[in-house]
């Protein structure tokens, strides 16, 4: 539900946006850029973390996903995907 028309959504997103990076914080989960928003109802955040788990535990608290998709995509820098593929088997 877009908090642009309707009014829950929209006291949820004032509510709770000036708190998302202290609830990061709190559950070992450091924002390395975001939040960014766009009309796709899509909030993207780069996040670092141990843990998956604590991932989930921040988004759940922040309540990004009772107004957005939220989709997680582990990820790791290209340097190291290149390192990946160097000591991988080639399948053909």
Known sequence: MCPTSNAKTKALLLEMAPQISKIAEQNGVEIVAGPF????????????????????????????????????????HIQDGMQDIVEGTSLF
């Open 37 to 76: 928003v766009n009309r796709e109802h899509t909030t993207v955040v780069i996040v670092q973390s141990e843990r998956a788990e604590a991932v989930d535990a921040f988004l759940v608290q922040a309540r990004l996903p009772q107004w957005n998709r939220v989709r997680v995509i582990p990820s790791m």
